[in-house]
């Protein structure tokens, strides 16, 4: 994968879904335009995506892997059905799928973009923002931290830090936090239009920011992926063997592999610790999957339509397929329906616990 283009869905595992008159293209769908038929070299590709200001360790470390990992892949592919696969393999291959692609960055992004909106919009209430700083003050250690931030600016280099501070910690009595607690609200009311306005600006930078943090944060988790981790320590507790669906037309969704998960959502893109996994699937070509249960077999993927339900459920913007067909384009529609890592109402919850709702 070396150079400036870089698959987030290695090539290796795009080819198991090679259309039938061109193993070298596939088909691509998305919600916001119609299928098309490309190269694989052209999906899933993001220029300079494992890189960052000139550091090409992790396009390396990926590229190392690739050679191992593809053989792996074709060795699954050629296994029979009900093959049990060595878990600890089976558990390195699944990891290294699921924290590579584009589908986990851009996910963290929106999750946070989200929560970070929900505050930034809130507290650009003038009257919002002046309620939930006059709650913040309540607490004794808030206002006493608020007090001596104001008092030490307004001091400014008249004593040594040191001094100052002993001055506050002695003047700072049960008194004068009553007082102050009682003078507050209405000096946030009076402040509050202008404080907004600073906030609203504040919250657009924020959201300039956070893309590349986001990748920063991505890169530092996939300079790991030669190590074991937690997420692939869990996965090799799993059972895993190769499940055949023939005539199934099983897709490839931009996650790689899906979770089954305990619960009413019963698929996930990611396995966390808030979402129970019982079990995990990556498609290897139109008739093959690998899956990993816990506890026997998991319903979500007993069938070749329950499959393909969750694979494109899971996906966040598109899915692979080797034809065009009418039952493909109808699933379209399913895209990003439990790609979600938090959805609205979680975020509305986490916004109401702080007070912004």
Excluded at 24 to 33: G, H, M, T
Excluded at 115 to 131: H, R, W
Aim: charged content about 25%; aromatic content about 6%; hydrophobic content about 40%.
């Amino acid at each position: 994968m070396a150079g400036k283009r870089h698959h987030f869905i290695p090539q290796f595992l795009q080819r198991g879904f090679g259309s039938p008159e061109n193993a070298s293209n596939a088909w691509v769908f998305r919600k916001d335009r119609p299928a098309f038929n490309t190269s694989i070299q052209n999906i899933a590709l993001e220029g300079q995506f494992y890189t960052h200001d000139g550091d090409r360790s992790v396009d390396d470390a990926i590229t190392d892997d690739e050679g191992a990992l593809a053989a792996f892949v074709t060795d699954l592919r050629a296994a029979a059905n009900g093959t049990n696969v060595d878990s600890q393999q089976a558990a390195k291959l699944v990891a290294h799928m699921l924290v590579r692609t584009r589908h986990v960055r851009e996910n963290f992004e929106r999750m946070t973009g989200d929560l970070v909106n929900g505050v930034y919009n809130a507290m650009s209430d003038p009257t919002k923002l002046a309620a939930v700083l006059t709650a913040h003050i309540q607490d004794d250690a808030n206002l006493t931290r608020i007090l001596k931030q104001i008092l030490t600016v307004a001091a400014g280099d008249q004593f040594p830090l040191k001094e100052l501070s002993r001055h506050l910690d002695q003047a700072l009595t049960p008194a004068m936090l009553q007082r102050a607690r009682a003078e507050l609200p209405a000096y946030f009311k009076a402040n509050a239009d202008e404080q907004a306005r600073a906030l609203q600006t504040e919250g657009k930078l924020t959201q300039g920011l956070l893309k590349g943090a986001m990748k920063s944060g991505h890169l530092k988790a996939l300079k790991r992926v030669a190590t074991s981790s937690e997420r692939e320590e869990a996965f090799a507790k799993l059972t895993f063997r190769i499940r055949k669906y023939p005539g199934g037309n099983i897709i490839l969704g931009d996650s790689a592999a899906v979770h089954a998960v305990a619960g009413e959502r019963r698929v996930a893109p990611l396995n966390d610790a808030t979402v129970p996994m019982v079990g995990v699937l990556l498609p290897l070509d139109t008739e093959t999957c690998l899956i990993g249960e816990l506890n026997g077999r998991c319903e979500v993927f007993e069938t070749a339509e329950s499959v393909r339900q969750a694979i494109a459920g899971c996906s966040l913007e598109f899915f692979v397929a080797s034809v065009d067909t009418p039952e493909n384009r109808a699933l379209v529609s399913n895209v990003a329906k439990d790609s979600y890592l938090l959805d609205a109402a979680d975020v509305e919850e986490i916004l109401g616990d702080l007070g912004l709702v």
